[in-house]
């Protein structure tokens, strides 16, 4: 049973190791090695453009209840009471 199971681990690590070596073989050329900070600069700008859009509406949202309790102060104001 244990030499089986040597012989299993030992054609994992050689799957493995072969397996590890194709990947950094051909994403780690020099012609892919911009492919990770363009990932990353694509990832900040959209995570940068959510952001402002999220304070963007909540300034506008803001904004306008404060106008709106203005303008109703305002018009609370002008009525004559009698």
């Known amino acids: 049973m244990s030499q089986n199971s040597s012989v299993n681990q030992s054609r994992f690590s050689r799957l493995r190791s072969a ?17 990770g900070p363009a990932l990353t600069a694509i990832v900040i700008v959209v995570v940068g453009w959510m952001t402002g859009r999220s304070v963007e509406d909540a300034v506008k949202t803001n904004l306008a209840e404060q106008l709106q309790v203005l303008l109703n102060a305002t ?7 009698e």
Request: glycine share 4%; charged share 10%; hydrophobic share 45%.
């Open 19 to 35: 397996t590890g070596a194709a990947l950094t073989t051909n994403l780690l050329t020099p012609q892919r090695m911009w492919i």
């Open 75 to 81: 018009v609370d104001a002008q009525i004559p009471s």
